[in-house]
């Protein structure tokens, strides 16, 4: 069983940045593709952006793309994801998730139940 820690969340002013990092244990990612998704107070959890570890395709919601880069470090086995110009409504929680789906054509999905492990969370603030 793949077991996922984010970790760099934390306070940061509008138009500043942070790094998410997503760590694996008790597995790899080379079988899945590795999601980032946020929830804010009293809203859905929404997907942000995904990475195939193996091929290192990239996928963006478009509310973030071109201000989050997500990214992996295979030596580490850590998915990281770089925010850029951030603000006041990028605040949330941050977690990481894996699945192995494929339609045929995508690696990645928006549906959170075909992301099998999840992690336990990261909270971004940006304040105004």
């Known amino acids: 069983q793949v077991q996922l820690v984010e970790s760099g969340g934390g306070l940061v002013q509008a138009g500043g940045s942070l790094r998410l990092s997503c760590a694996a244990s008790?597995?790899?990612?080379?079988?899945?593709?590795v999601g980032w998704f946020r929830q804010a107070p009293g809203k859905e959890r929404e997907f942000v952006a995904a990475?195939?570890?193996?091929?290192?395709?990239?996928y963006y919601t478009d509310s973030v793309r071109g201000r989050f880069a997500i990214s992996r470090d295979i030596a580490k086995n850590t998915v990281y994801l770089q925010m850029n110009s951030l603000k006041p409504e990028d605040t949330a929680v941050y977690y990481c998730?894996?699945?192995?789906?494929?339609?045929?054509?995508?690696?990645?999905?928006?549906?959170?139940?075909?992301?099998?492990?999840w992690g336990q969370g990261t909270q971004v603030t940006v304040s105004s």
């Open positions: 990475i195939r570890w193996s091929e290192d395709r990239l």
């Open positions: 008790g597995g790899s990612f080379t079988r899945y593709t």
């Open positions: 998730a894996v699945t192995s789906f494929y339609d045929g054509t995508y690696y990645y999905t928006a549906r959170q139940s075909e992301y099998r492990y």
